[in-house]
């Protein structure tokens, strides 16, 4: 539920591998764009949910059916978050297995309406589309609303402008935080009442 | 209260032997338990309902009846009965039914049932489960307590002048208890009949379980069937008992670790501490077991999984022994002491059961 005062929630998932990672590195830069646009007298508080130090949980998830604690946390996290940073390695042309088990352990409702950043890392520029082919349709499907630019860091995109012909990585990361901030700010929430809906059954 | 124990009826491989039980084997086996659990003191034996392998239990009151035949007092009941899948009226004539066989020493479970393909198999739509569970018992309920029923519904065909029969056994129909792991919509279902509300518990952390039974008991009271602490309410549990608990987890350990639920997941040790799930010592499982009063108050009925994921028939016997003389006892006089007047200490038994002439207690 979004409320008027109080702190933003802005909740990260980053599905890095490496420690340090470069997903873990493009989501920093992300939040901190994030942030900075928020500024405006409300606290901006983030949770970073690192995908690697819940590999195990989300096994078992998907083995027994329930979250181990940790994991718990995670999830509730993310479904109250008032904003949702997601970055995933490219893995095999598609986001990782990781990244898109924890999504699978999310209830198919409970991200509707969240604003939601996606972004990628991957070594070369080439599977930049994978966000529009793989993350976009998968956060629609869960009927977030995910903001126009996603962002893509390559490995070269680190050492410089990258290609010339195109936004730098701080201009797009810059862009999505904006839009990202925008989409935060204007959102009014509308969660459903499950006990009014459940008891309409017998009335 | 009430202790017994519930079956899901799996054929499972013995991880230790490697060696898998017939059909015929495990059917026969189930029956033995079910006398055990009459034979040591417990008042409850639960069969499952699937229609699938590598499950037998296809046939509920064909067990039941069976079961009713060599026992004397034991409470014969469901784990669940799918009311998605099964024509309503033929549940109201087969527990009826049974109920004659046995005396009024039947009640029953409601479940949806969570296997995909059982639904198409029986001419059903798995996203209308909800939708079913409601329809369905709305008839079964009915077809229980009025002789002549005119019924039109969304799911099966009209009845116009329709006798369920045999009538329930002296007018009383069966007591219902409404099971499920996660749906809230079924327990507002149980407290809106003032039926028992069952979580299975096992497989599931406690908190989770706390959640839906203070919905269940919150729901009984605006239906007005009574406060919140008069809810009938039963749990689920699993034990693995040995004198010493370090022998109880090196003998189930393996079990754990290839268990068709879980197996290949978390660690025993990890399982026991996020669920129910207790191995150890017969004291550890007292302990356990009066804990989950403290998450969802004073309850009726506890039954336990001692039967699955391969164990021998042999050693379920043997923890039927440790259940029935080191546990159940020393469970019954503690909780007996702990609940407060008001709160019934049992799901409601037949009159029949009871000894009592309907017509003249009403």
Redesign the interface.
């Known amino acids: 539920m979004t409320q008027t005062s109080g702190p933003v929630n802005l909740v990260v998932v980053s599905a890095g591998l490496g420690v340090p990672s470069s997903s873990r590195l493009l989501a920093d830069r992300i939040t901190e764009s994030v942030r900075r646009e928020l500024a405006g007298g409300r606290e901006v508080r983030v949770t970073v949910v690192e995908l690697r130090d819940l590999a195990v949980p989300i096994?078992?998830n998907?083995?027994?059916?329930?979250p181990?604690?940790p994991l718990a946390d995670a999830i509730d996290a993310v479904t109250g978050a008032d904003g949702l940073i997601a970055v995933t390695p490219v893995f095999t042309a598609s986001y990782s297995g990781l990244f898109k088990s924890f999504l699978d352990l999310i209830e198919p409702d409970a991200l509707t309406g969240k604003p939601v950043l996606i972004a990628a890392t991957g070594g070369t520029a080439r599977h930049s589309l994978v966000l529009e082919h793989a993350l976009r349709p998968l956060f629609a499907y869960l009927r977030a609303l995910v903001v126009p630019t996603a962002v893509y860091a390559a490995s070269e995109d680190w050492g410089g402008s990258g290609d010339p012909m195109t936004d730098t990585l701080p201009d797009r990361i810059a862009r999505a935080g904006r839009e990202l901030a925008t989409l935060m700010a204007s959102r009014t929430a509308a969660e459903p009442d499950?006990?009014t809906a459940?008891?309409d059954?017998?009335a | 209260m009430q202790f017994g124990i519930f079956t899901v009826g799996d054929v499972t491989p013995d991880p230790t032997t490697g060696r898998t039980p017939s059909e015929h084997e495990r059917i026969k086996a189930t029956v033995a338990i079910a006398r055990k659990a009459e034979e040591v003191g417990l008042d409850v034996f639960a069969t499952g309902e699937h229609h699938n392998p590598p499950f037998v239990p296809s046939s509920p009151t064909t067990l039941l009846g069976h079961v009713a035949a060599l026992t004397e007092r034991i409470t014969l009941s469901t784990s669940t009965t799918l009311i998605t899948t099964n024509d309503p009226v033929k549940i109201a004539e087969d527990y009826a039914y049974l109920q004659h066989i046995a005396d009024g020493r039947v009640d029953l479970m409601m479940g949806r049932g969570n296997t995909g393909p059982v639904y198409p198999w029986f001419g059903k739509d798995i996203r209308q489960g909800i939708a079913l569970a409601v329809e369905n018992y709305a008839l079964l309920h009915r077809l229980w307590r009025e002789d002549v029923v005119d019924w039109e519904g969304k799911f099966r065909t009209p009845l116009q002048g329709f006798t369920a029969t045999p009538r329930p056994l002296d007018g009383v129909p069966p007591f219902v208890w409404h099971g499920s792991i996660r749906s809230p919509e079924i327990a507002e279902q149980a407290a809106y009949y003032g039926d028992g509300f069952f979580h299975n518990n096992i497989f599931w952390p406690m908190s989770h379980t706390k959640k839906m039974v203070g919905l269940y008991r919150q729901r009984f009271a605006h239906h007005g069937h009574g406060a919140p602490e008069q809810a009938i309410v039963g749990l689920g549990g699993q034990v693995f008992m040995r004198k010493n608990s370090q022998d109880a987890v090196r003998e189930f350990r393996p079990y754990f670790d290839n268990a068709p639920v879980y197996g290949h997941g978390p660690s025993l040790e990890d399982f026991t501490e996020q669920t129910p799930l207790t191995v150890g010592s017969p004291q550890q499982v007292i302990e356990r077991t009066l804990g989950f009063r403290d998450a969802v108050g004073d309850y009726q009925r506890q039954l336990f999984l001692m039967d699955h994921a391969g164990l021998p028939l042999k050693t379920v016997l043997e923890q039927l022994d440790i259940l029935g003389e080191e546990v159940v006892p020393v469970l019954r006089e503690e909780f007996a002491k702990l609940r407060p007047a008001g709160v019934p200490e049992a799901a409601p038994l037949h009159p029949a059961v009871l000894g009592r002439n309907p017509k003249e207690t009403s």
């Open positions: 096994a078992n998907l083995v027994t059916g329930f181990a604690e499950h006990a459940t008891a059954l017998f």
